[in-house]
């Protein structure tokens, strides 16, 4: 990869200057689930706007949509091999109770190698790692390798409501596949300086439960014992979901889960290090889940449905003796293949109606409904991200299915192009947590990367490979 | 009642004054359970204390504890034929949601004859009847028809931990009962226009319980499946504590209740006003419980336990892909003779032990616990408030076992003086909830009933009557 030495050099040269422009852009609190925030999101569009615009891509515009914009750009070299989609979101999850955080979360803060604020890793880190990229072919050569198109959304984090319309409507991308690869840093590694090409996701659910009992709170004293109190029929409602032994109870929820395949090429070490790092999170006692599969099943291959958020009465410091008038619980489930959200909408209100007790109404409402995806690691542009993940990392790539949801790559897979998810994140990154940070020698490791992955992609001989003639992933060797 | 004329008629005078007075006192936010608020419950206690030197009580001042100060004040009338206690709270509970409030909760508004805000009715607007039936007296005789101690506290709302200390401790109140009434104003009436002596109060015990998970937040796509739930462990406990017939499911819970004296002197009229109005918060089929019990004694004599408050995960708007670290519910038990709060606190530990399952930590804290009380209604103090109350709201007044608690009236009862429990608020007034008020008229009738039954106090004849000689109350008139 000779080619791209100078484009190299010059990423190195500049990457301190890319550090300072993430710190910027993760400063801007574009929470797209926030309606507060509906000006930082227009910051966040903007900012990076105008950072294509300097790098001299053309028709750099905000895509206006029912919703947030889409910031588009392109790039056309007469006579390119291939055309390239770079995807990424600017909108960020709510940081949640800032006194978790220990410096705030759009304060970013440079501490130990890493980048600290919400977003870091989350997709603002990923998205300058692929600007960053860019500016290095641009800077040296004055043009890119392969066509690129770059497309970076708002409404990741809220399921991306809108993305997937454009999709359908917008030329040049509503023509079938129209790019070879269509590049998504939105993933994790498997750890840290292990770099990873994501083979699966897992599609998403998210539904909103509302219990409510009398008109508004009422005293305890007064009328406890005699009503119906509507946290506790919610806390019987989201007891009844799961068995004791972790099983989903709902009635149907596994009839279309594809059978695992036991024989795919992820080995051992993979599930080892999934497990690890899964009782890092809370000692040895943490794991539960389905009977008879593995963490790493659990957490990839197979379905799940966690309560993200309940509220229900008081909630404020000391005691008040109230009869909530209302409970609501926030509840996701992650699918894996052949399961259908809006099958799974249908078998979750039929298992709660069943279940409501006399003398409460429940109000369910669902969003974010996302399939899952398989992605096959053995086509050529696959191929190129794991060439140019061990080109920039100096170690081959680990395939793994991933149990996050990216919204979009169901349609990519459609509509777009190969999706080719290379991410740089590390699972101890705490993206949607507290203390959200990104590795930014992951992040430049990650962007010499993509820096690799234009060049090869401009390569014909890439698109003639195929499955059979490509080496073996080497995970073994990352264990 | 002839020698109560001319106060009556200052009462009438001067009760605009007061009415205004008790707005001041509203705008005061002095939430106990905030610590935040510990400059306004000064300002409360400095309000109180004013207002007691302004009448011409000696000895006004603020009583240091270790937690909220106590506003003490006293006058004595030399060769007086009784002693009252007068007992009020200057605290409130939290005021909860804004949203849900139509006019700010420390901005009191007047509309329809209801002075609107926190503490209103609880228990702000009896303390100022109590304190406009002393200047009635004052203003016109210059002197009290007995000896009055004035108590007001601070932490009523928090569990009284206080207070109960200094009645044990301080002179001349631990040299047991030596008044002969100690009235309380923080009961409600069984309804509109119903005045009413309350003859039992259930205890109380709250408890705290935390579920914890892993360290922090994670992301519920990469873990979701693999661990145990905090949020779900939290759902599990809360659903154990209930059998599906409404019945407390904790091992020996009931074991030390008194069976219910189905002979008792209520009536029917007051069970069944006491369960229009609880159908009156939710419709119908609100009505909920332990089989074998009717609503009344559901919420009176029966007791029970309801989730006050629980939060877990993310609570603010949208959605989010997190399995939250801890999850955490407010509980409060009600008690009736014979438990004792220490004993249930075990029971509860025990219960919830055996339950917990492997991968998480639970901790349990416990806070107000109070003694349930019964109040024999043929004293001569209670035959005295009796008389006063159908003077001051010319109408008998019912019999009431109330389902609510007041922490001191057990230390009143064996420490003090006979408890003489007449309220002013009404079923609808908000207690504890939104949109809480206070009817000017019924406080109005209140602080009449008070001018009498000073005067009532002071008649030797009182303290000979014996149950036998007191006319049975007339419950059925108020139906």
């Known amino acids: 990869m000779a080619g791209a030495t100078e484009p190299l050099d010059a990423l190195s040269a500049r990457w301190p200057r890319w550090v300072g422009e993430l710190a910027d852009f993760v400063a801007i609190p574009s929470v797209s689930s926030d309606p507060r925030r509906r000006g930082d999101i227009q910051r966040a569009a903007d900012w990076l706007r105008a950072r294509l615009r300097a790098l001299g891509m053309s028709r750099a515009s905000l895509v206006q949509t029912p919703g947030n914009p889409v910031v588009w750009a392109e790039w056309t070299t007469p006579g390119a091999a291939s055309r390239v989609l770079m995807y990424g979101h600017y909108d960020v999850v709510t940081p949640g109770g800032r006194t978790e955080w220990h410096s705030p979360p759009f304060l970013p803060v440079a501490r130990g190698g890493f980048l600290y604020g919400r977003g870091a890793s989350d997709d603002k880190g990923p998205v300058v790692a692929q600007l960053a990229a860019l500016d290095a072919w641009l800077s040296t050569r004055g043009r890119l390798p392969v066509n690129v198109t770059c497309l970076f959304e708002g409404e990741e984090e809220i399921g991306s409501p809108h993305l997937r319309a454009l999709l359908r409507h917008r030329r040049p991308v509503a023509r079938g596949p129209v790019f070879d690869a269509a590049v998504i840093s939105d993933t994790r590694m498997l750890g840290p300086g292990l770099p990873t090409l994501v083979t699966g996701l897992r599609g998403s659910l998210a539904a909103e439960l509302e219990v409510r009992g009398p008109r508004r709170d009422v005293h305890s004293g007064a009328f406890g014992g005699a009503i119906r109190n509507p946290a506790h029929v919610l806390a019987e409602l989201i007891a009844s979901l799961h068995d004791g032994a972790g099983r989903v109870s709902i009635a149907?929820?596994?009839?279309?889960?594809?059978?695992?395949?036991?024989?795919?090429?992820?080995?051992?070490?993979?599930?080892?290090?999934?497990?690890?790092?899964?009782?890092?999170?809370?000692?040895?006692?943490?794991?539960?889940?389905?009977?008879?599969?593995?963490?790493?099943?659990?957490?990839?291959?197979?379905?799940?449905?966690?309560?993200?958020?309940?509220?229900?009465?008081?909630?404020?410091?000391?005691?008040?003796?109230?009869?909530?008038?209302?409970?609501?619980?926030?509840?996701?489930?992650?699918?894996?293949?052949?399961?259908?959200?809006?099958?799974?909408?249908?078998?979750?209100?039929?298992?709660?109606?069943?279940?409501l007790p006399r003398g409460v109404r429940l109000r369910?409402?669902?969003?974010?409904?996302?399939?899952?995806?398989?992605?096959?690691?053995?086509?050529?542009?696959?191929?190129?991200?794991?060439?140019?993940?061990?080109?920039?990392?100096?170690?081959?790539?680990?395939?793994?299915?991933?149990?996050?949801?990216?919204?979009?790559?169901?349609?990519?897979?459609?509509?777009?192009?190969?999706?080719?998810?290379?991410?740089?994140?590390?699972?101890?990154?705490?993206?949607?947590?507290?203390?959200?940070?990104?590795?930014?020698?992951?992040?430049?490791?990650?962007?010499?990367?993509?820096?690799?992955?234009?060049?090869?992609?401009?390569k014909p001989a890439v698109h003639g490979v195929t499955s059979r003639s490509l080496t073996p992933p080497r995970v073994g060797a990352i264990a």
Chains 1, 2 share one sequence.
């Open 364 to 458: 369910t409402s669902f969003s974010k409904p996302v399939l899952p995806v398989t992605i096959d690691p053995f086509t050529p542009a696959a191929h190129a991200a794991r060439a140019a993940l061990e080109a920039g990392f100096g170690r081959a790539p680990a395939l793994l299915d991933s149990g996050g949801t990216i919204p979009v790559v169901e349609s990519f897979a459609t509509r777009v192009g190969t999706p080719v998810l290379m991410g740089f994140a590390r699972p101890d990154d705490g993206m949607h947590g507290p203390d959200e940070r990104v590795d930014l020698s992951a992040l430049a490791a990650g962007s010499r990367s993509l820096v690799h992955f234009l060049a090869l992609m401009s």
């Open 252 to 355: 149907g929820f596994y009839r279309d889960v594809r059978p695992p395949g036991r024989d795919r090429f992820e080995g051992q070490p993979v599930a080892r290090i999934i497990t690890a790092q899964l009782l890092a999170q809370g000692g040895p006692r943490i794991a539960f889940g389905e009977p008879g599969f593995s963490t790493y099943e659990r957490t990839a291959q197979r379905p799940a449905l966690d309560v993200n958020g309940i509220e229900a009465g008081h909630t404020g410091p000391g005691a008040k003796g109230v009869i909530p008038a209302r409970a609501t619980a926030k509840l996701s489930f992650r699918l894996v293949p052949d399961q259908d959200p809006r099958r799974v909408a249908v078998l979750l209100r039929r298992h709660l109606a069943r279940r």
